[in-house]
């Protein structure tokens, strides 16, 4: 039987509970010339509900999304016909030192403990990382591809 597509409409607990474990997106931020720019990044959900990404601030993300904080976010499953969500907020982009922490929290946030803390700190500085955080604003329903209603029978 062909796969029916499905919109389901949450509220934002349910909604971080689906991004957390989701760690693929793809950031969409704008340029100065109003034309959108697309980077595939690792995410993840921080404690306060905010979705984080690890950047340079050289990259153009960081660039853009400094100058132009409105950003979308595309949550994709591990799986290519898992469900997804799009996501709408406000970026601030944070660099180190004042990263340094916050970056931690993101390392958490997608790959668990790190064997040591010490060091990782001292990437990030030696590195010069910065980090996106988005406050979630607005998102449409938690979505799967499919044939419309109706014309998969």
Avoid: I
């Avoid at 931020?29 to 995410?43: E, H, I, L, N, Y």
């Amino acid at each position: 039987m062909p796969r029916t597509a499905t919109t389901d409409h949450v509220d934002r607990d349910a909604l971080l509970a689906f991004v957390r474990p989701r760690h693929r997106h793809v950031l969409v931020t704008t340029r100065a010339d109003g034309r959108r720019q697309m980077s595939p990044v690792t995410a993840g959900v921080d404690a306060e509900g905010r979705v984080v990404v690890a950047t340079y601030p050289q990259r153009a993300k960081t660039r853009n999304a400094r100058a132009r904080p409105q950003v979308s976010l595309l949550v994709l499953s591990d799986d290519w016909d898992g469900p997804w969500v799009q996501l709408e907020g406000t970026a601030e982009v944070l660099d180190v030192p004042e990263a340094v922490e916050p970056l931690v929290d993101y390392f958490r946030a997608v790959a668990g403990e790190h064997g040591d803390w010490d060091d990782y700190r001292a990437a990030m500085v030696r590195q010069g990382k910065s980090l996106l955080r988005v406050t979630v604003e607005a998102w449409g329903p938690v979505a799967t591809g499919g044939f419309p209603p109706g014309l998969a029978g």
